[in-house]
């Protein structure tokens, strides 16, 4: 009798076990369930950009487009020194998947010129934020340093030849990295702080409404094309434009030989919105 009245009591907190263990294991996998769901929740939130990888610098710039940048490269005698010209001279980068530059310079009879030709891939390490919406926020950050004038934007029917042409501005030229230097040991360039010219040359404010720096409609996801005259009468034009997570900079300058002329601001546009085609074409 003694035994039986135990055995209810026993029934009671076997169940109660039973109980206990199946309410945990459904709250677990409850859990487990809003976990994944939050994963791939995030992992839909932000897609990953379009380009995996860069394309080198140095070999993206073909020989009749250096011709047209540096005339000096024709006016060299030397087949070995022609030949290292045209090749380039690669800028330290230490991910060339991540961002591959290069730069040039020739010397002519009648002007010293550079460009500089800088790729970089963007890469959001948030798993909210795409990379394309990353690369907008850098290349937004490159505009607004530019300091452009607040006018509407230019296509290519602003100029004949069917590139717009532009005009000095106060703004300096765009970093690919948002404040560092797009070129670095690169070729020199008129600061930011360079004022204008006090020559007759043409300045920012007497320009052509076309001709001012301005945003570019027919270039990429979105562009810019600024042009800066020094004191030095040293013109430097930079378009910045990006397609998808990858920001394309070009930066080309030209120093005058005779003191007292500028270089043409309607030229080296041309020629700096030309390539920038090109480039935008090449990256697919």
Not at 139 to 160: C, F, I, N, R, V
Request: proline residues 6%; glycine residues 10%; charged residues 20%.
């Amino acid at each position: 009798m003694q035994r039986k009245a135990y055995v209810p009591g026993a029934a009671v907190l076997l169940a109660a076990l039973l109980t206990a263990c199946t309410s945990g294991s459904g709250s677990g996998g409850a859990a487990e369930d809003s976990k994944a769901g939050n994963s791939r929740a995030s992992a839909t939130a932000a897609q990953p950009g379009k380009y995996r990888s860069l394309s080198d610098a140095c070999g993206a710039v073909n020989h009749s487009t250096l011709d047209s940048l540096l005339p000096g490269i024709r006016q060299m005698t030397d087949e070995e020194q022609r030949d290292n010209a045209y090749q380039g001279e690669a800028a330290l980068t230490y991910n060339n998947d991540r961002r591959s530059g290069c730069r040039w310079k020739a010397e002519s009879t009648d002007a010293t010129d550079h460009l500089f030709v800088d790729f970089e891939r963007v890469v959001s390490y948030d798993n909210a934020v795409s990379d394309d919406d990353r690369a907008h926020e850098v290349y937004d950050s490159k505009q607004q340093a530019a300091g452009l004038p607040e006018t509407g934007s230019a296509s290519a029917s602003g100029s004949p030849s069917g590139s717009a042409s532009g005009s000095p501005s106060g703004s300096g030229s765009p970093s690919p990295s948002g404040g560092s230097s797009p070129h670095p040991g690169g070729p020199p360039s008129a600061s930011a702080s360079g004022s204008p010219s006090s020559s007759g040359s043409p300045s920012a404010d007497d320009a052509e409404p076309d001709l001012q720096p301005r945003t570019l409609d027919d270039l990429g996801d979105e562009a810019f094309l600024d042009d800066q005259l020094s004191t030095s009468q040293q013109r430097t034009v930079t378009v910045v434009f990006r397609t998808s997570n990858v920001i394309v900079t070009i930066q080309y300058d030209e120093q005058p030989a005779a003191a007292g002329s500028a270089p043409s601001s309607e030229d080296m546009q041309d020629k700096a919105r030309k390539l920038a085609r090109q480039l935008a074409g090449s990256l697919g």
